[in-house]
Each structure stands twice: as C-alpha cells, then as structure tokens.
C-alpha cells in the first residue's frame, strides 16, 4: 500500500477569514518535519487557526496548503487538543476506536492499541472508563491514541495548558518519546519552558503575520522581532 | 446493538400477530356500552367457530366504515340510514333483529314538568321552560331519533339563530353526553340500556317512558360483496343468520342489567 | 371527590387480583408501545443525529419542520392513518386497519418527530464537543452518526422514554385506527376513554393509576439508569 505522505508540509501565502476578522495574514511555511516546532504568540495571534489549516480542519480562504504535494490531507497525521476529547469508552476502547477507523482490525489492533497505551503509561488503566481519568491521564491518553496510529505529523494544541506541572511533566516526557520515535511535531503554547525543552524552531505569530522562524535557543535568548521581544517581555498577553 | 433492536421487533410483532378467522362488525357506541356485546359476543362465538370483532363507533361513522369496506356487517338502529345504505347498493339486505327503547332522563325536581308517557309533549313543556338540555349532535342513531321527536314536538332548537342556551349539542356518544347532562342537571334523551349500565346518574332519573315512539329498532346487514370483494360474506351471513335464529335471538332476551332486559328480539322467522 | 379512596382500593384489587383481562389490556399497551418508540427510534434516531452533522441546503427549514411536528396533532395523524390504511385506501389491501399493526403505524408516526427533534439537540451539542477531535481521526461526518449515539446513549436513552411515553398516552388516534375492540385492539388509553365515557369512574380511575404506575416505574429506572452512567463516566 504506497501511502501519501503528509511531508513536506507547504503552506503558500494562506489566509483565513472568518467574516470580517482576519485570523490568518498571508502566512507562508514549509515544514520538512525534522525538527519540532512551536508556534507562539500573543492571544489572538491565529496560532490555534494555523494548527488546525496545516492539518486540514480548515480550509483556508486563500492561498493554498498542500501535503507531499497533494491538496488531499493523506491520514498520516494526528492532532490533541487542549481538553482531550475522549469517547465514553474504557482507555482502550478509546485507542481501538481510532485505529478501527483507520483501517486496522483484528490482532494487530489489539497490539498495537495495548502497546500504545503501554507506552504512555497507562498500561494498568485499559479498562478503566477514559473519562474518570485525570486530567494528566486523559491527555496522555489522547496521546496514546495519536501515537497508536503512527503518525508522520503530530499536531498539540496547548497540550499542557489544562495541566498541573505534575501532570505537564508526564505529558511532555511522553512527548518526548513520541518525538524520539521520529514523529514530527508541530504544536502551540504558552509555556515558554515547555517550548524551550521540546522544540527546535520556533515560529512566531501576530495578529495574523508570521513575524519570525527562529531556532529555539537563538529565539528565547535575541528574538528578532519587536513583537516577539514585547512577548518575551511579558508585555504581549 | 441493533441485534438486540430486531430480536425485540420480531417478539413485539409475534406478539400481536392475529387469528384470521374473525369478521367485523360496525356497530353503535349504545350498543357497546349497554354491554351486550360482552355477553352476547362469547356466545357467538362457541355457536360459530370464529371471532367477532366489534368496532363501536356512531352510527353515521358505522354505515361510512361499510361503504368503504372496512367492515364485513353492520349493526345499527337507524332504519332510515340503513334503507339508505341499501338503495346505495353497499348492503346486501335488512333483517330486523331486536329494539329497545329510549327514555327521557332528567333532574328529579323535574322543573319543567315532562314527566309521563308522551315524549312528544314532554319535549314541547321542556322548551316552553327552557330547561336544559343535553343532545347527542353526532349522526348516531340516537341523535336521529331526538331530532325526529323535536320535529314532532314542532321545534328544531338546533336551527335557531343564535343557538338556544339551554339547548347543549355536546357532539360526542351517550356516555359522555349522560356525563355532562349529570353535570348540568339537564334534560337528555338516552337508550335505556346505556342508560342501565350508567353509573355517573347525579341527580337524573327516568322521566319519561312507554311511549311507543320511543321503540328503537335494530338492524343487522352483510356488506355488500360486490362492491367489496374482500368482504367475509360467509361468515357475515353466518353471524347474521346466527342472530335472528331462535338461539340468538334467545341469547338477546337472556341480557339483563339489575334483572332488567335491555333488548326485545323481534327478527321475522324464515326472513 | 370521594371517589378517590375507592378507586384506588379497586385499582390495588384489580392489580394483585392479576385480573385477565386488566392484564390483557396492559400487556397489549406495553407492547404496542415499545414496539412503536423502538421503530420510532430506529428512524428519528439516525435522522435527528444526521440533521446534527451533516450540512445541506435547507438545513434551517428541516430543523423548524422537526420541532413543529412536536406538536403534531395526533387525530389529524389517525384520521390520516385510517384513510390510508382503510380498504378504499392506498394501503387497504395490507389489511391492518383495526389490527395492533395499524397502532403501531400511527403511534410510530407521532413519536418519530419528538425522537428526531430531541436527538438532533442532543447531538448537535455534543457534535459541536466532538467534531474536531472526530475529523482528526478521519471520521467523516456521516460516519460519526453511529459513534455520536452510542456515546450519547444514557441520553438517548430518556429519548426512547419520551418516545414511549407519548406513545404510551395516545388515546385519539388509537382509537381511530385500533377501533378500541374488546380483546384485540383495547389499550389502557382507549379501555380508560370508553370506562369514563360510560360514567364507570371508579374504574377508569383505576386503569388510570395501573398506567401512571408504568410510567413512573419506567422513567425512575431511567432516572437510575441516568445516574450509573455519569458514576461510570464521568
């Protein structure tokens, strides 16, 4: 089966409307995917807007986004969200749920769906209802879910921003692993630290304009906007 | 999910699957609620071998049920109507089965005088004092005959404009109609079986009785097949001849409420 | 009224007499209206919950025809049944009229648009929860139709309830198309109708309270139902 693959990710001068207010400003980006990156920015930036264009949620007003060449999102890619949206289903039941929908039957669900879970460190919670977990829990559940599918691309909205540090700390250690495994991630933040220890590059949003494309350590230490220097001020909210 | 769905479809529809030997008969709400079908009706059945299914509704709507071919027989008390249905080519022919007879019902102060043998000037002294009354105002076989003593009686109270007050159409069958004459305290015309088997009386008593006008008869007629061929004529004759046969017609006699007989069997022998 | 004692002292005796025909007639209730609000619901379930996701012109005109047939009047749908199913109608040869069939008919008709306007609201709202997360994983609209209402099935479940009760109490369209014959088409509502109509109170009363019983019994094991779920779930 020749899969379509998601990479390279090319976003060519998009823009997003939503009636008379302008979320996305003519944003050009080219994700190779071998190295994470952050998109940050102020409130209002657009950066939930642009996650979810790049992985197809919306469809731009103008301008064009393509995957591996293709306008057509291929199904190699996975998103969480801030709040994780689970079925009310066990653990497991949550993570075969997706894999189902993809394709996969039988005893390599089975597997993977465990392993998964395993990974993650849920593995005693797989029959437990998904929504009685913890917050913590339900998001590496989310996790766990995505990760199942093999995903090239790995999109996270805010993916601590719901959490207490303890529970940010176990999210972003399986991040971590997720990343390790060669997923590409893509996500959005408000933790400036969370940001530093994850990403490589950092894609800076405002008002709609991308302001800069920055790596990690260079951007936190001489950010080459005013806007980002303003945000890493703590003057932007 | 859905199996569970189907398994619970299949029992509910086994459950009220039916017998196909019945027949049925369109009849008049009077006549139901007087309960002679519930007594009468078994034995029909054991003389006959099948099921009689009755559907009471008012006269007007029971002839309407034949002409469409919703019903197989009619059982009726309106000779006019019936004559008609025949002319009309829906029924097959009349044979007279049974009477009984109307009474007047009224508060037992009884202010306006009617008491007695005479509907007729009952009617008349119950207008002159205006004192309330309750009417059918529903084509049944009873609403006929009222409207045909008030004829006599010289009045129609229902053609008035405006509409007298303390003349009351309720549009609904005996029961309900003795309900709201119970409620009002008025006057009302009513087959003494529902009337018998009543039990919501209030206030009212029988006033006026024995006048022969007041003879309600019974007719019973096969639906015509050859404007329905669907129709269960064997069986239909079967029943018809069953009631206007000495056992029937016996079976008719034998009903009673507190000793009283409700129906005088009157079918023609050999008819 | 001083009736009250006395029906429910013959309501008490005529239930833990297990009288045959009582039974009969409720036995017949029950299963003509469950049989009505799970067709009902086969139908309005997955069309409320498609009218939920799915966008399609006219979208805004089918959502306010739904909740108007709320209030669809339910001798228009008997006379309407009948006429179709009576022998000089289109369906006569069926040869249902005056059958529990022809209950089922119109009880199905009435209870399909409350089913439908209710699950559209429930699902709608928990599409709008679910849409995101659902299109990431590839799940099309239509083919979240089945997820949305096992997830929503506690829910749900009141529908089913709302759709049997009304079933339940319909009174003039099962007397139009049933006939209300003795041992084949009498149900509670209609056995109650002619009781009251002969002036036997007492006994109308009775059923009465045999049908409150029901459906009190089934909406507090609704309710408990309802409740082990959010223990469950969350």
């Known amino acids: 089966m020749a899969e379509a693959s998601s990479l390279p990710l090319e976003a060519r001068s998009i823009t997003v409307r939503f009636g008379a207010v302008t979320a996305i400003d003519r944003v050009d980006i080219v994700l190779e995917g071998s190295a994470p990156v952050a998109i940050l920015g102020a409130n209002g930036a657009g950066k939930s807007v642009l996650l979810r264009t790049l992985h197809g949620l919306i469809a731009p007003t103008g301008g064009s986004v393509r995957w591996g060449g293709s306008t057509r999102r291929p199904r190699d890619q996975a998103m969480v969200f801030q709040r994780p949206v689970l079925l009310r289903r066990s653990a ?23 392993e998964a879970l395993a990974r993650v460190g849920l593995g005693d919670f797989a029959g437990r209802a998904a929504r009685v977990l913890s917050g913590g829990e339900q998001q590496r559940l989310a996790l766990a879910r995505a990760w199942a599918l093999s995903p090239r691309v790995l999109f996270m909205d805010e993916p601590t921003a719901s959490l207490d540090p303890a529970a940010a700390a176990e999210v972003e250690r399986v991040i971590g692993e997720i990343r390790a495994a060669g997923t590409a991630i893509v996500l959005t933040t408000h933790h400036l630290g969370f940001a530093r220890r994850v990403a490589s590059e950092i894609v800076f949003l405002h008002l709609g304009r991308l302001t800069e494309r920055t790596p990690a350590r260079e951007f936190f230490a001489t950010p080459r906007s005013l806007e980002a220097q303003s945000y890493l001020e703590g003057e932007l909210p | 999910m859905k199996k569970t769905f189907v398994a619970c479809l299949c029992a509910a529809s086994a459950c009220v699957a039916m017998a196909q030997d019945f027949i049925t008969v369109a009849s008049t709400t009077s006549t139901e609620q007087s309960g002679l079908f519930k007594h009468l009706l078994p034995e029909a059945k054991k003389a006959l071998g099948f099921d009689i299914r009755v559907v009471a509704v008012g006269t007007g709507q029971a002839l309407d049920m ?105 549009g609904s069958g005996m029961g309900p109609t003795l309900n709201t004459a119970a409620g009002m305290n008025a006057y009302a015309l009513a087959d003494r079986g529902t009337w018998l088997s009543f039990k919501n009386r209030g206030d009212l008593v029988i006033l006026v009785e024995g006048d022969t006008k007041l003879f309600n008869q019974y007719g019973v007629m096969l639906v015509n097949p050859a404007k329905h061929p669907h129709v269960k004529k064997e069986m239909g004759q079967r029943f018809i001849d069953w009631l206007t046969s000495p056992a029937g017609q016996a079976a008719i006699a034998a009903y009673r409420i507190d000793g009283q007989q409700l129906f005088f069997p009157n079918a023609k022998p050999g008819a | ?29 029950l299963e003509v209206s469950l049989a009505s609000a799970l067709l009902a619901c086969a139908l309005g379930l997955p069309l409320g919950a498609l009218v939920a996701v799915r966008e399609f012109a006219g979208r805004r005109a089918v959502i306010v025809g739904l909740n108007a047939l709320f209030g669809l009047p339910s001798v228009v749908v008997g006379l309407v049944v009948y006429l179709l199913l009576s022998r000089a109608g289109p369906l006569g040869a069926w040869g249902i009229l005056f059958t529990p069939k022809a209950i089922v008919v119109a009880q199905t008709i009435l209870v399909i648009p409350i089913v439908a306007a209710l699950a559209r609201q429930f699902v709608e709202d928990a599409w709008a929860e679910y849409r995101e997360q659902l299109m990431s994983l590839g799940v099309s609209p239509a083919r979240a139709v089945p997820t949305l209402i096992w997830d929503l099935r506690y829910s749900l479940l009141t529908v089913v309830l709302a759709g049997f009760g009304r079933a339940a109490s319909e009174v003039g369209a099962v007397m139009i198309v049933g006939g209300n014959i003795d041992g084949v088409t009498r149900v509670m509502t209609t056995a109650i109708a002619l009781e009251t109509s002969k002036g036997d109170l007492p006994l109308a009363l009775a059923l009465g309270l045999v049908l409150l019983a029901i459906v009190f019994a089934l909406n507090s094991a609704a309710y408990a139902i309802r409740e082990w779920s959010v223990r469950r779930h969350g």
Do not use: C
């Open chain 1, 92 to 114: 497991l039941d949550n993570v075969r749920y997706a894999l189902a929908v993809n394709g996969v039957s039988g005893a390599p669900r089975e597997r993977r769906a465990r």
């Open chain 2, 66 to 170: 034949g002409r469409r071919g919703d019903a197989d027989v009619e059982f009726v008390h309106d000779k006019v109507a019936e004559e008609k249905f025949l002319a009309e080519g829906y029924g097959v022919k009349r044979y007279e089965v049974m009477y009984n007879d109307f009474v007047i019902v009224g508060p037992k102060s009884d202010p306006a005088g009617a008491r007695g043998r005479d509907v007729v000037a009952a009617l008349k002294k119950i207008a002159a004092a205006r004192s309330p009354f309750a009417s059918r105002g529903d084509k049944s076989g009873t609403d006929a005959a009222e409207k045909r003593y008030w004829k006599q009686a010289g009045i129609e109270p229902w053609t008035q404009a405006p509409k007298p007050g303390w003349y009351r159409e309720t």
């Open chain 3, 1 to 29: 009224m001083p009736d009250i004692a006395a029906s429910f002292a013959l309501a008490l005796r005529l239930i833990t007499g297990g009288d045959a025909e009582l039974r009969g007639i409720v036995l017949l209730s």
